[in-house]
């Protein structure tokens, strides 16, 4: 409480001074001073409270336009970190989960990171959410050592960004490949036309969608774009309507995926709708209603109810008791990353000396070995693998809705270039 | 902390630079001008791409974005300055909301929604300015606020700088006798594109990577705010301004809160702030109060002559 | 030019038109307040979107889970008449804190607050409703009419009849009554109106009251297609801004044609040039400022002389 005394104080000082009409060149430096002042005597105040903690945070978009989706991820957090608070921490010792908001700007993100890495000393960050301040962060990350699991970012690239930077959501390539196989494969399907939006996840789907889909022989009969926030796409669905193809990729966030289903609806649209993980945030069954029934998509793969530790059946109706709202499939990422940078964090604690482990002097290499290692973990999202990249390697679900309820059509992953069957 | 706190230095030296070169074109020549967040966009692609896609090296690379954000400033001033007033604000409004867009939407020039990364690290005589190590930086970029505020200053005081003086108190006195207001104002423009231009550059190689959403309305608005902040037509108050907005947005992360309050307060912090900066001092921390002059002694200029 | 059936672009101009009166609906509000202050109120997508959220919460009360029918309709008029309530006296509160005290100060400093208090209403908003988009259910089956092959809803046809009709009432009221002349007066002089006996304050509020007004109802009525949100407030405003300034400022009539021209533009404009619809908003911005270069007052704007 201290630094709200502080704040207080330095308020009052502001307004006082701004009320006592001092020299105007005389005043200007006082505030310069005040600005350039006030970040040391936080760091004197800050620097003086030394928590015995092991830290985690996580950066992404926490106000703005996909402030939602940065606020389930940190509920699943929170809900891991308790849970490891709740057997004794590690060692003992307590965990502490910082977020840290981006508003989805790459230069946020570097913000953030520069105070977490620094002031905070993370050890591991769940996060970021866009591929773009994922991209930005990522080297901050390696340099400091700092585990970072992206539960959502789907670029290319960011894996190879470092050993440090790993992800447990499907590259676009593995999702996109997967399901254009599925969709030219076991749907038979030769004509589709794709509404995506213009923000990494969608373009980034949509593009290795067409090319494994065209590489099989199928044809994309169109694709038609909307910016982000866009709530309209009468004209796109109307155009898309008079090619009239066999079914409509939408691989886009709920909200512009209930835009597009109900207007296509309005419109006479009554193609096969085809979607993906952002299909998988339950959000869209509230906001579509039964206009959501239908829809295929991939998505993680999900378990067997019937099976004996239901994991993920237990996990969201956890979540779904403490935040009100179900967990989407990026939080169950989230969720899965938590745990893996808290299980890497015991081991290099259970390896440390005892000296270290009093200090909290533990190995970050050690740490990194052991998540570069996790071979078949079953997290809440499904069976984990990673490969030499930092990739995850996980089986792709085929699911769809009906009666407003998520249902699992088949588990696929590909095997030498061919779509394989598991369940 | 002193790392975060030499990250939020870089970043106020790059605003301050947006700052003062928006300072020329709203303070002293009195164009609202509401997308200097284009010509920063411009200035971070071109360099962007300039270095990775040409390979030309940063120093040459900074210069060629000035210069083509100042070409894009003139050509979009020909026509839109000579609209005057809110008329002109909502002219530059759309033009920024159309560079923003068509960064979006080229694809194969700008990477679209997937921005450019993997910048390389500009040179200094074969030595290479690591964005990590911040320091380097610091200098680098205050080097650069420091050349762009001695070069305004110069503007100012020269002909140019009287010229577009006169078109702020009074466009048409000023046209009256004889001054070519349109040139001026546009080459005021351009020249505020410029140094935009720059600060794209810098923000580039200190990022490493860009993408369209950084150069959004609100980040106009936001280096309007800079300027109004610290007081219109000075340049001192621009840097003011600069350092004022930047620390009130990172104030949460700063004072160690931000994990703790939800992310919805530091904005409302903010915008509290702002509202009531304008309430208390509207002319801006460094503005002097608009004197009306008694009749026939020459009325005391805004910010008068630094 | 691209080929495109008869069908086809019909579709696209009915899509374009609907998709204009949205913005002329939401312009009305932006128009009147700029016509009598000569202020861009940069809260009004905000003060719309705070609006709609007591709009829908009325709604959700009273109608429990019912389905649609004629007593959800009753509650959906109720929710117009909360929603348009609580953004007036919104409005009027933003305009007594933040800008009245502004009213003599540089010209940049209202805006500066407009902008402030935007950001402060959008995440006060967020914090109390939550981030989530919520669904404001259809208080009328919106299944769509069929007309030779053409689509239009309910909900389209019944935007287009609610802006013309507030739009025409609009200007009856400006143009008959006395307070109509009152904010005409304090339009074109403030301090003249003053020496008139008329109470400059009063008008502003209650410009500001109508205005507000006007964005909740807007807001309540958009929100059945677009859903509620916090941020629902921003493009609405920036777009309706558009319209209201390419249509002219300050012209009541000229809100309903600068956004029925920008709806267009966006819709229909876009295909017949044959452009991916991510580029609409150049196209849009594009006329913006060729409009502004060949009449900058507007389409049904008075061109105003300057004086020396």
């Known amino acids: ?423 | 902390m002193i790392s975060f706190i030499q990250l939020l230095t870089v970043y106020i030296g790059i605003y301050a630079i947006l700052s003062l070169s928006l300072n020329l074109i709203v303070g002293y020549t009195g164009m609202l001008s509401l997308c200097h967040a284009a010509f920063f966009a411009i200035g971070s692609y071109a360099t962007a791409i300039l270095m990775l896609k040409i390979g030309m090296g940063f120093w040459l690379s900074t210069l060629c974005a000035g210069v083509i954000s100042a070409v894009l400033g003139a050509l979009i001033g020909l026509p839109t300055l000579r609209l005057k007033g809110d008329y002109l604000a909502i002219a530059t409004l759309g033009f920024g909301e159309i560079v923003k867009n068509v960064i979006l939407n080229w694809d194969s020039l700008t990477n679209g929604p997937m921005g450019i990364n993997g910048v390389p690290m500009p040179k200094f005589f074969g030595f290479s300015l690591n964005p990590l190590v911040k320091w380097q930086y610091i200098i680098l970029v205050w080097v650069f606020v420091a050349i762009t505020y001695f070069i305004l200053r110069r503007i100012i005081h020269s002909r140019l700088g009287r010229a577009l003086a006169a078109i702020r108190e009074d466009e048409i006195a000023a046209f009256a006798m004889g001054i070519d207001t349109f040139k001026y104002k546009v080459i005021s423009f351009a020249i505020g594109a410029f140094f935009a231009g720059v600060a794209g550059s810098l923000w580039t190689v200190f990022n490493q990577s860009v993408t369209p959403m950084t150069y959004d309305f609100m980040l106009s608005m936001m280096i309007l705010c800079m300027v109004v902040l610290g007081g219109l037509g000075n340049h001192f108050a621009a840097l003011v301004g600069a350092a004022i907005i930047q620390v009130a947005g990172e104030f949460p992360r700063l004072l160690g809160f931000s994990s703790v309050i939800p992310a919805q307060f530091k904005q409302i912090i903010f915008g509290l702030i702002l509202v009531f900066m304008m309430i208390f001092k509207p002319e801006g921390i460094l503005g002097k109060e608009k004197a009306k002059p008694p009749k026939g002694v020459p009325a005391v200029r805004e910010g008068g002559v630094q | 030019m691209i080929n495109l059936s008869f069908s086809e672009l019909i579709q696209h101009f009915i899509n374009g038109l609907t998709l204009g009166s949205i913005y002329a609906l939401i312009a009305l509000g932006y128009t009147m307040v700029y016509g009598i202050l000569k202020f861009i109120n940069f809260a009004h997508g905000e003060i719309l979107m705070f609006g709609t959220y007591i709009g829908l919460l009325i709604y959700d009360r009273l109608r429990g889970g019912a389905l649609p029918g004629s007593q959800t309709l009753l509650f959906f008029f109720l929710a117009i008449v909360a929603a348009s309530l609580f953004s007036a006296t919104l409005g009027v509160t933003v305009e007594r804190i933040a800008y009245r005290p502004l009213r003599r100060a540089p010209r940049l400093a209202p805006l500066l607050s407009a902008i402030g208090t935007s950001i402060v209403l959008m995440n006060t908003a967020a914090l109390i409703f939550g981030t989530k988009s919520k669904k404001f259910e259809y208080p009328f089956d919106n299944t769509a009419l069929n007309l030779w092959g053409i689509a239009i809803t309910p909900h389209q046809i019944m935007i287009l009849i609610v802006c013309v009709g507030l739009m025409v009432f609009l200007k009856l009221f400006i143009d008959n009554t006395r307070l109509g002349k009152a904010m005409r007066a304090t339009s074109l002089d403030q301090d003249v109106a003053a020496l008139m006996g008329i109470n400059v304050n009063s008008i502003i509020s209650l410009t500001f009251a109508i205005g507000s007004a006007l964005a909740g109802i807007a807001g309540v009525l958009i929100a059945l297609e677009y859903k509620v949100y916090p941020t629902m407030g921003t493009m609405a405003g920036l777009k309706a801004f558009i319209a209201a300034v390419v249509g002219g400022i300050g012209n009541i009539s000229g809100a309903m044609v600068g956004g029925i021209l920008l709806g267009l533009l966006e819709t229909f404009g876009v295909v017949i040039l044959g452009i991916p619809q991510g580029l609409k908003d150049t196209i849009a911005f594009s006329v913006l400022i060729i409009i502004l270069l060949v009449k900058p007052s507007g389409i049904l704007g008075k061109a105003v002389r300057e004086k020396v």
Request: net charge neutral; glycine share 10%; aromatic share 8%.
């Open chain 1, 1 to 423: 409480m201290t630094k709200f005394f502080i704040l207080q104080n330095i308020l009052t000082y502001l307004t006082v001074s701004i009320e006592k009409e001092s020299t105007m060149k005389k005043f200007g430096l006082a505030v310069v001073v005040f600005c350039l002042l006030l970040p040391v005597v936080t760091f004197a105040a800050g620097s003086g409270e030394k928590e015995n903690a092991i830290k985690i945070g996580f950066i992404g978009p926490l106000t703005g336009d996909a402030a939602n989706y940065g606020k389930l991820m940190t509920q699943a957090v929170k809900i891991a970190v308790e849970e490891r608070n709740a057997k004794g921490g590690i060692g003992g010792v307590k965990v502490v989960f910082l977020p840290e908001d981006s508003e989805g700007k790459p230069e946020k993100a570097n913000a953030a990171i520069e105070k977490l890495a620094s002031v905070d000393k993370i050890y591991g960050l769940i996060g970021g959410v866009f591929s773009g301040e994922s991209l930005a962060i990522a080297p901050r990350c390696e340099a400091e050592k700092i585990l970072m699991i992206s539960p959502s970012a789907t670029h290319k690239d960011l894996t190879n960004k470092g050993d440090y930077i790993f992800r447990d959501v499907p590259s676009d390539a593995l999702q996109a490949t997967v399901f254009a196989k599925y969709v030219r494969e076991v749907m038979g399907l030769s004509r589709v036309a794709i509404l995506y939006i213009k923000n990494d996840y969608s373009q980034g789907l949509s593009m290795d969608f067409k090319s494994q889909f065209e590489a099989d022989g199928g044809t994309i009969v169109g694709m038609e774009t909307g910016l982000q926030g866009d709530k309209d796409f009468k004209t796109q669905l109307t155009k898309i309507k008079a090619l009239n193809p066999e079914a409509l990729f939408i691989p886009n966030y709920v909200a512009e995926i209930a835009q597009i289903l109900e207007q296509a609806k309005q419109l006479g649209l009554n193609t096969k709708m085809l979607s993906a993980d952002g299909f998988s945030n339950p959000e869209i069954l509230e906001l579509a209603g039964d206009l959501a029934n239908g829809v295929i998509f991939s998505g993680p793969e999900k378990e067997d109810p019937a099976q004996a530790n239901a994991k993920t059946a237990a996990f969201e109706k956890k979540y779904e008791e403490k935040w009100g709202e179900k967990p989407d499939s990026f939080s169950l990422n989230a969720y899965d990353g938590a745990n893996l940078i808290m299980d890497a964090i015991q081991a290099a604690y259970d390896k440390a000396s005892d000296a270290d482990k009093k200090a909290l002097n533990l190995d970050r290499s050690l740490m990194q070995k052991y998540v570069a290692g996790i071979k078949g973990y079953m997290g809440v999202s499904g069976e984990i693998t990673f490969a030499p990249n930092g990739d995850v390697i996980k089986n792709q679900g085929i699911l769809t809705a009906e009666n407003r309820q998520y249902k699992q059509i088949g588990v696929y992953r590909i095997e030498s270039g061919k779509l394989v069957k598991v369940k």
